[in-house]
């Protein structure tokens, strides 16, 4: 275990890390089944990277392919009071996993609601937030950077992208973006204490400028529901134009699957 800055001690567990990654430990593993199963056992403010992963799952429980060379990181962050206060997370997670790919030199980035970080119409990121206490939250970020993902799953091909083929990342290591990673993270984190996400929310919505044609499997309906998605409201519901014109907000509870059209 390795921590992120020169400090011994970490953070309270209601307070996120001072400046310069104050309060992150992180634990380097060759292999892992998932990092978020490790990630579970451990406080706030420690993280969890593997090599790969030989069993790693996105949202809904789909496998995402883990091979030598991606980031596959998980971290734990305090979740205190009701959890409703906490259920913008993941799309604050994704904002600031968009924030530090974007300082690495990455144009063109956006979020396919509510989890996946593309690049056009290719995937570079995934994320997955995970409750297994009352008090803490694993959120668990994979992104391809060295690795070749369509060679290890070749049904993959022509499907992701790279983060070492998008910015010039020099002698940038694994561990070096994981820790701009946790630090985009803990700010993400503070901007919800502070309850800030209505910030957040209109960041995602400039990146989603124009509307695209989607379909939504819904929870509880036999038929997907197909219309425009229209960004996110304050409360990070997604907002949808049907061919009447009418606009309909879906938690992401609801939605079991998004598809571009």
Same mark, same amino acid.
């Given at each position: 275990?390795?921590?992120?800055?020169?400090?011994? @001690?970490s953070?309270?567990?209601?307070l996120? !890390?001072?400046?310069?990654?104050? %309060?992150?430990?992180?634990?380097v593993? !060759?292999?892992?089944?998932?990092?978020?199963?490790?990630?579970?056992?451990? !406080?706030?403010?420690?993280?969890? #990277?593997?090599?790969?992963?030989?069993?790693?799952?996105?949202r809904? %429980?789909? $496998?995402?392919? /883990?091979?030598?060379?991606?980031?596959?990181?998980s971290?734990?962050?305090?979740c205190?009071?009701?959890?409703?206060?906490?259920?913008?997370? !993941?799309?604050?997670?994704?904002?600031?996993?968009?924030?530090?790919? /974007?300082?690495? %030199?990455?144009?063109g *980035?956006?979020? =396919?609601?509510?989890?996946?970080?593309?690049? %056009?119409?290719?995937?570079?990121?995934?994320?997955?937030?995970? #409750?297994?206490?009352?008090?803490?939250? $694993?959120?668990?970020?994979?992104?391809?950077?060295?690795?070749?993902? @369509?060679?290890?799953?070749? +049904?993959?091909?022509?499907?992701?992208?790279?983060l +070492?083929?998008?910015a010039?990342?020099?002698?940038?290591? *694994?561990?070096?973006?994981?820790?701009?990673?946790?630090?985009?993270?803990?700010?993400?984190?503070?901007?919800?204490?502070?309850?800030?996400?209505a910030? $957040?929310?209109? @960041?995602?919505n400039?990146?989603? /400028?124009?509307? #695209?044609?989607?379909? *939504?499997? *819904?929870a509880? =309906?036999?038929?997907?529901?197909?219309?425009?998605?229209?960004?996110?409201?304050?409360a990070? =519901?997604?907002?949808? #134009?049907?061919?009447?014109? +009418?606009?309909t907000?879906?938690d992401?509870?609801? $939605?079991?699957?998004?598809r571009?059209?």
């Amino acid at each position: 275990m390795s921590a992120l800055d020169h400090t011994a @001690e970490s953070s309270p567990a209601d307070l996120a !890390p001072e400046a310069g990654f104050g %309060g992150w430990f992180l634990e380097v593993h !060759p292999e892992l089944d998932t990092t978020n199963r490790i990630a579970a056992t451990l !406080p706030a403010w420690h993280a969890v #990277r593997a090599d790969t992963q030989t069993a790693g799952r996105g949202r809904t %429980g789909r $496998v995402w392919t /883990s091979d030598r060379g991606g980031l596959w990181l998980s971290a734990v962050v305090p979740c205190p009071g009701p959890r409703e206060r906490w259920s913008t997370l !993941p799309l604050a997670a994704g904002q600031a996993l968009i924030s530090a790919l /974007s300082g690495l %030199g990455v144009s063109g *980035l956006r979020l =396919r609601w509510p989890n996946d970080l593309l690049v %056009g119409s290719r995937k570079l990121a995934g994320l997955l937030v995970e #409750r297994h206490s009352p008090d803490t939250a $694993v959120v668990g970020i994979g992104v391809n950077v060295f690795n070749d993902p @369509e060679h290890a799953a070749p +049904a993959l091909r022509g499907a992701t992208a790279r983060l +070492a083929d998008l910015a010039p990342l020099g002698a940038r290591d *694994l561990d070096d973006i994981a820790a701009l990673v946790l630090h985009a993270l803990a700010r993400a984190h503070a901007r919800l204490l502070a309850g800030e996400f209505a910030l $957040v929310a209109a @960041e995602l919505n400039r990146s989603w /400028s124009e509307p #695209r044609l989607v379909s *939504l499997l *819904l929870a509880g =309906r036999a038929n997907p529901a197909v219309g425009w998605f229209l960004g996110i409201d304050d409360a990070g =519901r997604l907002r949808l #134009r049907d061919a009447d014109g +009418a606009i309909t907000s879906h938690d992401p509870t609801q $939605v079991a699957l998004l598809r571009e059209l």
